[in-house]
């Protein structure tokens, strides 16, 4: 018992630490963010390309600046693809987004406006004040939207382009991020065993362990989150195209980029769906483009997803909403990004220091099992006060009986019970063994009792008297 409380103890105190390292580490972070992000987005890169690298190296036996080089030119080639094939499609889409936005703009406000007016004659009279359908205009709900947005949003809005705010900073980071790519790729082993050799020795067999599955799970989330969102994109940009609506590709580009934040991205996926569908073909197209968009998402959830990143992160759905809120708010988009690996990472720390320790263990259903008393307690079956002494009087006994000094107690006395009784059954069998001799002797020494007749032989003549001469 004092053992397991010494133990959960222990894990508080971990947990907590981890939770002061990582608020440190993240307002480190913040106070020099564009080496942060260049260092994010390194370390990004050195998980999607490892594989290649790896495979070069150990199959193929080439050396590993070399395999580096081979496969920088393969991930520079599938860019350079995308470039040149879906960029010049997505940029005349977005021209004609914008040229024709303020159409758009008219037309949603227009519809918006119907609307108010349908569902204010539907509402009682005491409602109808608070639905005003001039209120629906565009202009007017641009500017309703800016004054009435969350300070959320406002505060994190500098966060957003965090990275990008100059052309300094890309061109520095264009000129970094292939540079600390690649020494991370030549040095990894270097900066493992540097790690680990700061370890004392009684933990460096765990922290190897510790390592090797952090990369693991890190590995398997970036590389099939980045699957995902090219697959996500590919199925949305063919099914709306199928349905006949405007600008498919730009928002399959848009749903499987902004795909790679969870769940955030899934329901920011449906607006710009919507709205082109409600304004180019109608209500019905509208919902038709929200059920195939549910369609892909759930394919994406419950076989896309499965397959590709399996069960590596195993994070419930509120964990992972509240890892994104506290990750906006330390880092902006670039703390969204990272909040889930970064949980992840939380998750296998937390379960490999309760598989190390003794005192865990499994969860199983006698651990959760319910306890028989009804609570709250049944008022018909009101126990009388001398009941309730009784009771109370009967736990206390119950108490100091399981006491450890009583026990212990209780054995010393019965132990001393046992040997008194043994020595009361000793001195009793010396004294019988004594008395048994003492009687013998006695018995001896008394003379034998005087009888008047004579003493017989075994001849009866010689018992006569002999006659004289």
């Given at each position: 018992m004092?053992s397991?409380?010494k133990?959960?103890?222990?894990?508080?105190?971990?947990l907590?630490g981890?939770?002061?390292?990582?608020?440190?580490?993240?307002?480190?972070?913040g106070?020099?963010?564009?080496i942060?992000?260049?260092?994010?987005?390194s370390?990004?890169?050195?998980?999607?390309?490892a594989?290649?690298v790896?495979?070069?190296?150990?199959?193929?036996?080439?050396?590993?600046?070399?395999?580096?080089?081979?496969?920088?030119i393969?991930?520079l080639?599938?860019?350079?693809?995308?470039?040149?094939?879906?960029?010049?499609i997505?940029?005349?889409?977005?021209?004609?987004?914008?040229?024709?936005?303020?159409n758009?703009?008219?037309?949603?406000?227009g519809?918006l406006?119907?609307?108010?007016?349908?569902?204010?004659?539907?509402?009682?009279?005491?409602?109808?004040?608070?639905?005003?359908?001039?209120?629906?205009?565009?202009?007017?709900?641009?500017?309703?939207l800016q004054?009435?947005s969350?300070?959320?949003?406002?505060?994190?809005?500098?966060?957003?382009l965090?990275?990008?705010?100059?052309?300094?900073?890309?061109?520095?980071?264009?000129?970094l991020?292939?540079?600390?790519?690649?020494?991370?790729?030549?040095?990894?082993?270097i900066?493992?065993?540097?790690?680990?050799?700061?370890?004392?020795?009684?933990?460096?067999?765990?922290?190897?362990?510790?390592?090797?599955?952090?990369?693991?799970?890190?590995?398997?989330?970036i590389?099939?989150q980045?699957i995902?969102?090219?697959?996500?994109?590919?199925?949305?940009?063919?099914?709306?195209?199928?349905?006949g609506?405007?600008?498919?590709?730009?928002?399959g580009?848009?749903?499987?980029?902004?795909d790679?934040?969870?769940?955030?991205?899934v329901?920011l996926?449906?607006?710009?769906?919507?709205?082109?569908?409600?304004?180019?073909?109608g209500?019905?197209?509208?919902?038709?483009?929200v059920?195939?968009?549910?369609?892909v998402?759930?394919?994406?959830?419950h076989?896309?997803?499965p397959?590709?990143v399996?069960?590596?992160?195993?994070?419930?759905?509120?964990?992972?909403?509240?890892?994104?809120?506290?990750?906006?708010?330390?880092?902006?988009?670039?703390g969204m990004l990272?909040?889930?690996?970064?949980?992840?990472?939380g998750?296998?720390?937390?379960?490999?220091?309760?598989?190390?320790?003794?005192?865990?263990?499994?969860?199983?259903?006698e651990?959760?099992?319910e306890?028989?008393?009804?609570y709250p307690?049944?008022?018909?079956?009101?126990?009388?006060?001398?009941?309730?002494?009784?009771?109370?009087m009967?736990?206390?006994?119950?108490?100091?009986?399981s006491?450890?000094?009583?026990r212990?107690l209780?054995?010393m006395?019965?132990?001393?019970?046992?040997?008194?009784?043994?020595?009361?059954?000793?001195?009793?069998?010396?004294?019988q063994?004594?008395?048994e001799?003492?009687?013998?002797?006695?018995a001896?020494?008394?003379?034998p009792?005087?009888?008047?007749?004579?003493?017989?032989?075994g001849?009866?003549?010689g018992?006569?008297?002999?006659?004289?001469?």
């Amino acid at each position: 018992m004092e053992s397991t409380v010494k133990n959960k103890f222990h894990l508080v105190l971990y947990l907590l630490g981890l939770i002061g390292l990582a608020a440190l580490f993240c307002y480190f972070l913040g106070q020099i963010h564009m080496i942060a992000n260049t260092l994010i987005v390194s370390i990004l890169i050195t998980y999607l390309i490892a594989p290649g690298v790896h495979y070069l190296t150990d199959k193929w036996k080439f050396p590993k600046p070399l395999s580096i080089i081979v496969v920088y030119i393969a991930f520079l080639g599938a860019i350079a693809f995308f470039i040149a094939y879906l960029w010049p499609i997505a940029e005349f889409e977005f021209q004609r987004l914008t040229g024709n936005l303020g159409n758009m703009g008219d037309s949603l406000s227009g519809i918006l406006a119907k609307w108010a007016t349908t569902v204010q004659g539907v509402l009682p009279t005491s409602l109808q004040g608070y639905i005003d359908p001039q209120k629906f205009n565009s202009h007017e709900l641009i500017k309703y939207l800016q004054a009435k947005s969350p300070a959320f949003m406002r505060s994190t809005a500098p966060g957003l382009l965090s990275g990008v705010r100059s052309a300094a900073t890309i061109l520095t980071g264009a000129i970094l991020v292939p540079l600390l790519v690649f020494y991370i790729l030549m040095d990894a082993r270097i900066y493992k065993e540097s790690f680990i050799g700061c370890l004392p020795k009684a933990w460096r067999a765990n922290g190897v362990d510790l390592l090797r599955r952090v990369d693991y799970v890190l590995g398997k989330f970036i590389r099939g989150q980045l699957i995902v969102c090219v697959t996500i994109g590919f199925f949305v940009a063919v099914a709306l195209w199928l349905l006949g609506i405007d600008y498919a590709i730009l928002i399959g580009i848009f749903s499987g980029a902004i795909d790679i934040i969870p769940y955030v991205g899934v329901a920011l996926s449906y607006i710009p769906a919507f709205i082109v569908a409600l304004i180019n073909k109608g209500p019905l197209f509208a919902i038709g483009a929200v059920v195939v968009l549910q369609v892909v998402h759930w394919l994406e959830g419950h076989i896309i997803v499965p397959a590709v990143v399996g069960h590596s992160v195993k994070l419930p759905p509120l964990t992972v909403m509240v890892a994104l809120i506290a990750g906006a708010e330390l880092g902006g988009i670039m703390g969204m990004l990272v909040a889930v690996p970064v949980t992840a990472i939380g998750r296998v720390i937390i379960e490999f220091y309760i598989e190390k320790n003794p005192a865990f263990g499994p969860l199983t259903e006698e651990d959760m099992r319910e306890p028989s008393t009804p609570y709250p307690a049944d008022p018909n079956n009101i126990v009388p006060p001398s009941e309730s002494v009784k009771q109370i009087m009967g736990e206390v006994r119950g108490r100091v009986r399981s006491n450890k000094f009583v026990r212990n107690l209780n054995e010393m006395r019965k132990k001393t019970g046992q040997l008194k009784q043994e020595t009361s059954s000793a001195v009793q069998e010396d004294a019988q063994a004594t008395s048994e001799p003492a009687a013998q002797e006695g018995a001896a020494c008394v003379a034998p009792t005087h009888t008047d007749e004579p003493e017989q032989d075994g001849n009866s003549e010689g018992n006569k008297p002999e006659p004289k001469a």
